[in-house]
């Protein structure tokens, strides 16, 4: 069968229902934590020799660092959005690809599948990209403080001020007032933007899957999981850095 636009409700819990998507996010979180806590017990020093694990982070890290330089041009900008981008772009590559692997591909409840692509979820792309515009209005108001942010929108200032000093330019301030709030528009937009765009494009990878392994299931599978995982990694890439450059716009100077 083909897969549903809505998650599916494998269980509930004092009547809340539990969705496969929100059983695949709570899977990533707790190997997040746990990746959390080995990794801080057994990191060293960067003068220490570095042991495999911590070689391939620092690799994670030289690696995110180099993508955040290219697009923002500042690499003491690059350092201070890495946490976010950076934990963004690494948790939607886990969200992109874990349900594809054994065993999280083979367990079901009900007849239901326990676990799904957790940004195949409309409700999980919607609040990470609302998170992600909420933090590039942070960042711009932490570089300009919060009216001088405000005033990129709202033009009133502009609008008095052209009452006080030259009228002729009152037209001309009330246009520029009604730009602002199409300003205001365009940055809530990028919400809708960001998250049809993951979602849309893992729906489509999971239906195509479906499809195709149901036409060609001897000589596609492998084949075609391995152009998902790829899809789902660019994916990642491309909303962190549709993020990155949102923040490099944000606090850049006129």
């Known amino acids: 069968t083909l897969p549903d636009i809505r998650p599916e409700v494998v269980f509930e819990i004092g009547g809340w229902p539990v969705t ?53 041009g500042d690499e003491e ?14 948790f939607f590559v886990f969200a992109n690809i874990m349900p594809s692997l054994p065993p999280f591909n083979f367990i079901t409840i009900n007849g239901n599948p326990l676990f799904r692509t957790h940004t195949n979820d409309f409700n999980t792309t919607f609040i990470i990209a609302a998170v992600a515009v909420l933090f590039v209005q942070y960042m711009s108001v932490q570089k300009y403080g919060l009216l001088n942010h405000l005033g990129k929108y709202i033009k009133v200032g502009e609008v008095i001020s052209a009452v006080k000093n030259d009228p002729k330019k009152i037209l001309e301030s009330i246009v520029m007032v009604f730009i602002g709030l199409l300003d205001i528009i365009g940055e809530l937009s990028r919400i809708l933007s960001l998250s ?42 491309v909303f ?6 949102y923040v490099s716009l944000a606090v850049q100077d006129e």
């Open 20 to 72: 496969n998507s929100l059983m695949s996010g709570l899977a990533i979180l707790l190997l997040f934590f746990i990746l959390g806590v080995y990794i801080n017990r057994n990191v060293r020093s960067p003068f220490v020799i570095s042991g495999k694990v911590q070689v391939v982070l620092e690799i994670i890290y030289d690696s995110l660092t180099s993508l955040l330089n290219q697009i923002t």
């Open 240 to 245: 962190g850095a549709l993020t990155a450059t």
């Open 77 to 90: 900008l690059s350092r201070k959005i890495l946490p976010m981008v950076g934990t963004i772009l690494i």
């Open 196 to 237: 049809l765009r993951l979602f849309g494009n893992m729906f489509a990878a999971d239906l195509l899957m479906t499809i195709f392994l149901s036409m060609f299931a001897v000589l596609l599978p492998s084949t075609w999981l391995l152009m998902g995982f790829l899809s789902g990694i660019i994916q990642a890439v």
